[in-house]
């Protein structure tokens, strides 16, 4: 049981907040930029999903902010809708749907998504980061920081990239740094103290700092290697506040009946929805201490993210895994870390934009390549395949699927694949049938559902005639309908082959008055 205030935990919370704040604004930048929305509209869904989303949310260490999955989904509606600021108004309807889906506990839905699909998306999203942020690691930065999709807007897919990046694009001055900062963190990951000050120091901010210095150092000692703004973080910079609140948007409400807004705002409630409940179910099993998320309070604390966004100029928000990895890597105990973050966020813009364009982007790479390595390491692999093929294979089939698409058509192959084994272990046989000279047996293992009809007719049709039959029902807590209809039929005809049947458990005395044998005697041993 969670008693403790957010507010207790802060010396966890705060250097992870600051961490996830340095993974997030790259990325808030780059899904902006891909969603071909403005640049502070990314800015505008980090704070939002930080400090709105979080307060409202249960979850302890889910952090929400504009999502990869959902750039090709944004980009389409910007692009088909007349004004930015319709777009806008769909994104705050989507939120009013999502408020609706908490309010008819949709998020019970999560529940239901095998545990082998969940894993495989954390190992997939982590192979992911790796492969995508090795071009930002070497200096090649044509694709944004972020990207999920394997088929890049540059012309490249994941691979090719890499092989492009590493022959005719490395920066020696950011591989010199993302290796420095690479080596660093890990290092730092077995040499961190357990006592004192210094265990609540983050490596990822110490990375920061290398990579801002070092880019420093090489301006100075050997500008040739030097990165230039364009390898940076692009911030946008306002001069003054007025500037700075001109940045904002309000949504058009005059297109509250456009259908063309309506449909996108379904859209995108049912894609973020989808997202935001996955993520969050992932966070939870990587959560150290297994805390659970209540996913339809979830559904509602996205709604209000989504409607606020959408209110003041913010693209579409989902709780997003890769900024939910880095928090509970960096140690966060609370939302309280999440909150902070969109703090962090909203005043590092308004403030010191000049100092955060200092940041390299192969510096954010080497810690997006180190969380990486966290949600996919080899050990992973093996504990699934030590499962069994039934386990193995949806996890395979899912990270696969991610890989060589983007993050939801995966998910949507990788849930299709787990609820194929699913309903296939339920085939598995739950009958049994056997007959000694004048009696026979049938029993049922576990529960009768529907999928096991075809099952139960083929054994009650194996009966000889002139025979005892005992059903033995004990074991199971439920027989579907249609199994009860076929036990009746197979009563009333019994009596003319001669066979006394004897139905036996629990749910036989429940279900009497449905399984009856008028002509021929019935009892419940």
């Known amino acids: 049981m969670e008693n403790r205030s957010v507010f207790s935990t802060l010396k966890a919370d705060a250097p992870a907040s600051l961490v996830v704040a340095l993974v997030a604004l790259p990325l ?60 806008l108004l769909a ?14 506990r949709a998020g019970i839905l999560s529940e239901f998504v095998p545990s082998s699909v969940i894993t495989g998306m954390l190992a997939a999203i982590g192979i992911i980061l790796i492969l995508k942020q090795v071009p930002h690691a070497v200096g090649y930065d044509g694709d944004y920081i972020g990207s999920f999709e394997f088929f890049q807007g540059n012309g490249y897919n ?26 660093f963190l890990f290092w730092w990951d077995t040499a961190r103290p357990k006592t004192g000050p210094l265990r609540f120091l983050p490596g990822p901010l110490v990375v920061v700092l290398i990579g801002v210095i070092g880019n420093l150092i090489l301006q100075s000692a050997a500008p040739n290697l030097a990165l230039k703004p364009t390898h940076l973080v692009q911030v946008p910079v306002s001069h003054g506040i007025g500037e700075f609140v001109s940045l904002f948007s309000v949504p058009d ?6 259908p063309a807004v309506w449909t996108i705002a379904v859209t995108l409630a049912i894609v973020a929805s989808l997202e935001s ?12 201490r297994r805390r659970t998320t209540d996913k339809n309070r979830e559904m509602f604390a996205q709604g209000g993210g989504n409607i606020v966004s959408g209110l003041i100029g913010g693209i579409p928000i989902t709780s997003v895994i890769v900024r939910s990895s880095a928090n509970v890597d960096a140690g966060a105990e609370s939302k309280a870390s999440t909150i902070m973050h969109g703090l962090w966020l909203l005043l590092s813009v308004l403030l010191i934009p000049t100092v955060l364009n200092l940041i390299p982007l192969s510096a954010l790479a080497a810690i997006l390549i180190a969380t ?57 046989s739950a009958i049994t049938f056997a007959c000694d000279d004048d009696d026979c047996l049938i029993r049922a293992r576990r529960n009768l559902y529907f999928i096991h009809k075809y099952e139960l007719q083929r054994e009650l049709g194996r009966v000889p005639d002139n025979r005892n039959l005992l059903i033995d029902l004990s074991s199971t807590s439920y027989v579907d309908l249609d199994n009860i209809e076929i036990i009746n039929a197979f009563i009333k005809g019994a009596a003319f082959r001669g066979i006394s049947v004897v139905v036996r458990g629990d749910i036989a ?17």
């Open 372 to 428: 990486g390595y966290k949600l996919a390491k080899p050990k992973l692999f093996l504990q699934r395949y030590a499962q069994g093929w039934t386990q193995f294979v949806p996890f395979v089939i899912t990270v696969v699927a991610i890989l060589m698409s983007d993050l939801l058509i995966g998910i949507v192959i990788g849930l299709f694949v787990g609820f194929v084994f699913v309903v296939g272990r339920n085939f598995r």
């Open 28 to 87: 808030c930048l780059g899904v902006a930029l891909a969603s071909g929305a403005p640049l502070f509209s990314g800015i505008i869904a980090g704070v939002v999903g930080g400090i709105v989303v979080g307060t409202l949310s249960k979850s302890p260490l889910s952090v929400s902010g504009p999502a990869a999955g959902l750039t090709v989904i944004v980009f389409d509606a910007i692009k088909s809708l007349p004004t930015f600021e319709m777009f």
């Open 158 to 183: 994941t691979f090719s990239s890499i092989w492009f990046a590493l022959r005719d694009s490395v920066l020696w001055g950011a591989l010199l740094i993302s290796g420095l900062s690479l080596a």
């Open 91 to 104: 994104v705050t309807l989507g939120g009013v749907i999502q408020l609706l889906f908490g309010l008819t």
């Open 253 to 258: 409400f005059t297109a509250i009946g456009n």
């Open 277 to 288: 409940l996955l993520s969050v179910k992932a966070v939870d099993e990587l959560d150290p």
């Open 509 to 525: 005395r429940r279900s009497a008055p449905l399984i009856n044998a008028p002509s021929y005697e019935v009892g419940y041993a």
